[in-house]
């Protein structure tokens, strides 16, 4: 039977880690992969995980299920620290959350769910958007379109084509948005152009498919919220999904949760027992360790601080990482506006070179990034830096 099979291609980004990780080049750069570093190039387990895992192990007595939906304490401040303690939806009952393996399990139960809704429904994603969103949605059988985002000239969004685009969809249509911290392109909605996007949403009735996978890496844990927290509170439906990787740092914990809004309590209930069907079919039931640790750190006043200061310090290093950034460029490549990275948030931005100049730039630099030029931020520290800056204008230069 498996003899048949075609050997598929490498996924682009596990490729251009194994090249990195053979690479021998003592200088070698890496800004590919999408995990948060610190000033010595780790990705730390942060010291309010490793306090909390500590109680966890301390109070657990049991390895059995947890439920279907998983962590039931987990899901609650899941809810609270996306949507804020106090967010009407809450109170209206009409808010349904079920513990994912993952972000990426998020928005796989999510499009499952619009498919069992609505079979023939179209769901729209920002161009460009985070790569993994095509096969992780369209896996589904749901179909994809895309909707102008991005302007390259500018290294911001492109509001005035994004809104002309969505007045056109269909009633019912599905936009897939990034809550803060776009992937690849760094470019955020501001909150004036999220209220500018709420009624068009309405009146077209379209459905909300936000995803959130870095929470309090852009301006704070509540900002980075502002849009989900908005549309939640004026529209009849909505999903948000949600991972704990980036902010807690527990990538290989797979930890995330989706977020459903229906239009009365009934419905939510509807809606939640198609979830846990879903997830049956899927998984079964989801890991607990990693949402036992989430749900530790939010429920104990000490850890939360702990927690919301070194996700401020996380988001603090980036930040002036990109500042670095533009310096060091400015002084590298004059010629090149490359100020537009001071201007985003999170941890990517698309460099806005050739192919063939992210090519020259790994084999002769041994600098590494997706052939989009998307970089991320993270992967910068003051031994690279200037090295990096330098090697962009040398590429750029000689084309």
Known sequence: MFEKLDRLPQDPILGLMAAFRADLAPHKVDLGVGVYRDDRGATPVLPSVKRAEKGVFEKEITKAYVSPTGNAGFNTEMERLVFGAGHPVLGAKRLRSIQSVGGCGALRLGAEL??????????????????????????????????????????????????AALEKLPQGAVVLLHASCHNPTGADLSEAQWRELLPLLKKRR?????????????????????????????????????????????????????????????????????????????????????????????????????????????RARVTGLRRDLVAALLKACPQRDFSFIARQQGMFSFLGITVEQVRQLREGHHVYMTDDSRINIAGLRADNLEYFARSVAQVVAAY
């Open 114 to 163: 619009i498919r069992l809704s609505g079979p023939a429904a179209v769901v729209h994603v920002s161009a460009p958007t985070w790569a993994n969103h095509i096969p992780l949605l369209g896996g589904s059988g749901l179909k994809l379109e895309r909707y102008p985002y991005y302007d390259a000239a500018t290294g911001g969004v492109d509001f005035p084509a994004m809104l």
């Open 206 to 314: 379209l459905l909300p498919f936000l995803d959130m996978a870095y929470q309090g890496l852009g301006t704070g844990v509540a900002e980075d919220a502002f849009g989900i927290r908005l549309l939640a509170a004026e529209l009849p439906e909505a999903l948000v999904a949600v991972s704990c990787s980036k902010n807690f740092g527990l990538y290989r914990e797979r930890v995330g949760a989706l977020h459903v809004i229906s239009e009365t309590p009934d419905a939510a209930d509807a809606v939640l027992s198609q979830l846990t069907r879903i997830g049956r079919t899927i998984y079964s039931m989801p890991p607990d360790h990693g949402a036992a640790i989430v749900q530790e750190i939010l429920t104990d006043s000490a850890l939360r601080q702990q927690w919301l200061d070194e996700v401020s310090a996380m």
